[in-house]
C-alpha cells in the first residue's frame, strides 16, 4: 500500500534527526497524525520557541535563553576550572554525574577528517581568549573517546601547552568509540574523577 506523498515527505524529514531510522521516523509521523489540533498546535509553538529563543552563551556556547548561561552566571562554581566538551548535550551528560563544579567551554563540534571540518574549522578562540585572561589554571578535555574526538583533544593539547595551564584528558573506563551522552552517569563521573594528567 502506497502513502501519501506528503506523509511520505514527513517521514524523510524526521529520519533526517540524529538516531531516527526510517521506522522511527514512520512511526513518529503515524503519532503525529494521531494528535489533537491543540496538541500539535503547542509541539509546533515549542519547537519555534526554542528555535527562536535558545542561543549559544558568549562565554561557553552552551545552550542560553540569556547572554550568559546558568553555569557561567553562578558564582559558586569553580572559577579556574574549565571542562572542554563537544556539544551542549555533553554538558548535560556531565552535570548529571555531579562530580564536577567548574566551568565549560563547548567546542560545537570537532575535528573530523572524513566530514572535512580541520582543526581550523574549530571554534576555540573564546576559549583562548579565557585562558590568556589568567583566570583558568585547569583544563579538562572531555572530547568522546572515538578517532575524531581523540584527534581534537591532541590538537587541544598541543594548542594549550604553551599557557601556564594544568591540562588533564577525561580518563577512559569507557569503551572506545563511545559518545559522552550515551555514558552511564557512574561510569561518566568516575571518569571525571580518575581523570589523566597531561601537562601540570
Known sequence: MAFPKIFNELVE??????????????RLAFYILKMQPQELKNLIQKMEEVHKNIRPCKFCN????????SICSNPNRQQNVICIV???????????TSQYNGLYYVL?????PLEG??????NIRKLI?????????EVIISTDPDSD?????????????????KIYRIAVGIPLGTQI???????LGQALLDKKPILT
Open 129 to 137: 581568549n579565557r585562558i590568556e585572561s589568567g583566570k583558568i589554571t
Open 149 to 165: 574526538g581523540e584527534l581534537t583533544a591532541h590538537f587541544l593539547i598541543q594548542k594549550l601547552s604553551q599557557y601556564k595551564v
Open 13 to 26: 524529514s524526521l529520519s533526517r534527526f540524529p538516531g531516527i531510522g526510517k521506522r522511527s521516523a514512520e
Open 86 to 96: 563537544e556539544e551542549p548535550k555533553d554538558v548535560l551528560a556531565i552535570e548529571k
Open 117 to 122: 571540518i580541520s582543526k581550523e574549522d574549530l
Open 181 to 187: 551522552e550515551y555514558i552511564d552517569t557512574a561510569t
Open 108 to 112: 560545537l563540534g570537532k575535528i573530523s
Open 62 to 69: 552552551n545552550f542560553s535563553t540569556e547572554e550568559f548561561c
